[in-house]
């Protein structure tokens, strides 16, 4: 049956591997076992620190779910699944940047059992694909400038280093950008900030 939230509702993303779909409070058990973990949250700060416990993380989940049916298409935050067994293996967004709003970032946190599979490429693809047809132009990641492997997943994705800034959290962080020429699978790797090694 249809509602009057239907309109502001995200779909439901479908990658060969993964399900990007909405939070549900249910999620908070697993939904914890990645926003509580130590190897994940050091690099969200300050924007988000590390969920202390199960109704913490309820209220997020909440917040999310909220802010999710409040913010204009094509922000909002999905949980990212696994299709092969249902297994909530991390979180994605397109959110505004502050302080001025004007900016989308793009952002994934995967449980580090899952990292190195390339579920974070696959997630990145697939919101940035479905970002682009609603009338964006551009996206854009932060990165901290020792999060190397977050600087190597952004780039598989075609995200071009364009410098480095502190007007948006208040901390010196690199800031890549994707337009939706970039998102071709056969476009060259985005090149690195200067200083920074492949790993």
Aim: no cysteine; hydrophobic share 40%.
């Amino acid at each position: 049956m249809a509602t009057s939230e239907q309109p502001t509702a995200r779909p439901t993303l479908v990658t060969p591997r993964l399900l990007l779909r909405g939070w549900h409070v249910a999620d908070a058990p697993e939904a914890l076992a990645i926003y509580g973990h130590e190897s994940v949250t050091r690099w969200l700060g300050p924007a988000m620190a590390r969920v202390p416990d199960r109704a913490a993380m309820r209220l997020r989940l909440r917040q999310w779910i909220g802010d999710t049916a409040e913010l204009d298409v094509p922000a909002g935050h999905w949980a990212v699944e696994r299709r092969s067994d249902g297994h909530l293996i991390g979180g994605a967004s397109v959110l505004p940047l502050p302080p001025g709003n004007d900016d989308l970032e793009i952002g994934w946190q995967l449980h580090p059992d899952f990292w190195g599979r390339g579920y974070a490429s696959e997630t990145g693809f697939a919101l940035a694909g479905w970002a682009f047809t609603h009338d964006v132009d551009e996206l854009y990641a932060v990165v901290r400038p020792d999060n190397t492997r977050a600087a190597a997943t952004v780039r598989r994705n075609g995200m071009q280093w364009v410098g480095e800034t502190d007007k948006y959290f208040g901390t010196t962080l690199q800031v890549y950008r994707l337009r939706p020429a970039d998102l071709e699978q056969a476009a060259p790797i985005g090149h690195l900030p200067p200083a920074y090694q492949d790993d």
